[in-house]
Nanobody, 128 residues
Framework: QVQLVESGGGLVQAGGSLRLSCATS????????MGWFRQAPGKEREFVAG????????TYGASVRGRFTISRDNAKITVYLQMNSLKPGDTAVYYC?????????????????????WGQGTQVAVST
């Protein structure tokens, strides 16, 4: 089992950047593919980005591709989401999630049901 704690959210102006971090507990972080999701008020939770256990495979939601970058540091048992060129439409609670079903370099999945463990979320607000 793994526990996830997100940090790095906040208020930023449109066009700015933020880096979210997701710290994990336990010594089995490298057993999990990791993902970021977000949920805006009144909307479904949306896939943002995913990264394989090795870190060598990534996938992105269409709305963030080219602006956001997911990465992981298995030694620091942390996954990151670098968010650039932020827009008001990026405003949401961002959640970190872990998927235990992937092999080492298998492409991460992008459906909510694929992820076993979730953090509590961190708020990101982008102003005009």
């Amino acid at each position: 089992q793994v526990q996830l704690v997100e940090s790095g959210g906040g208020l930023v102006q449109a066009g700015g950047s933020l880096r979210l971090s997701c710290a994990t507990s336990g010594r089995t972080f490298s057993n999990y593919a990791m993902g970021w999701f977000r949920q805006a008020p009144g909307k479904e939770r949306e896939f943002v980005a995913g990264i394989s256990r090795s870190g060598g495979m990534t996938t992105y939601g269409a709305s963030v591709r080219g602006r956001f970058t997911i990465s992981r540091d298995n030694a620091k048992i942390t996954v990151y989401l670098q968010m650039n060129s932020l827009k008001p439409g990026d405003t949401a609670v961002y959640y970190c999630a872990a998927d235990s079903s992937r092999s080492w370099n298998e492409r991460p999945r992008s459906t909510r049901s694929a992820f076993n463990y979730w953090g509590q979320g961190t708020q990101v607000a982008v102003s005009t």
